[in-house]
């Protein structure tokens, strides 16, 4: 293995350990434009943004960015969801319709997909456009992985967090609240 991929593998295992450690007190937030830790914003949140094409997600207090995430995505692609167990993330607005405590992944919040409109459209094509869509933590049992589940994209159409993030993000986040979905 060359000295630069060992170098690059090592500092990409000490970055989630970074975080790693960082999430692991519930105050804190890790800040991944900066690589620092910091103080967990409190309040709720009016808004939520997701950036496909970035594994971004932004929560939105009056206008501004108070704290942003790496996601993971659905093992699908980055094209928008067309129909059920594609796999794939929807794109469009919609709204936080439900929060499950007793979530299989570490708690979730349920993003009103499909739309009227989009079940209509797949109604036309013949196909059924799938459900069942979240943000969401990591499959229960399985949260020693922590923000090493950012490497790849796995879910099957959700958008993904650590569960200390979805810990916040949960409590942050009320029913009602929209949710903007891009590439």
Known sequence: MSALLLGLLMSSAAQYRAIDSCLAAPDNAWNYRTR?????????????????????????????????????????????????????????????????????????????????EQSAEAAAKGIRPGGDIFIHGLPNGLERL????????????????TDPEMDWLFRAVADGTPIEIRQ
């Open 146 to 161: 922590g923000s090493k589940q950012q490497r790849y994209d796995w879910t099957a159409g959700c958008i993904a967090l």
């Open 36 to 116: 620092s830790c910091g103080a967990a914003p409190s309040g709720p949140v009016d808004r939520v943004y997701v950036d496909k094409s970035d594994h971004w997600l932004a929560a939105y207090r009056g206008g501004v960015i108070i704290r942003e995430f790496r996601v993971s995505l659905g093992r699908g692609g980055l094209a928008a969801k067309v129909r059920d167990g594609d796999n794939r993330v929807p794109e469009g607005i919609y709204t936080i319709t439900d929060h499950n405590p007793a979530s299989a992944y570490h708690l979730s919040l349920r993003i009103g997909y499909p739309t009227p």
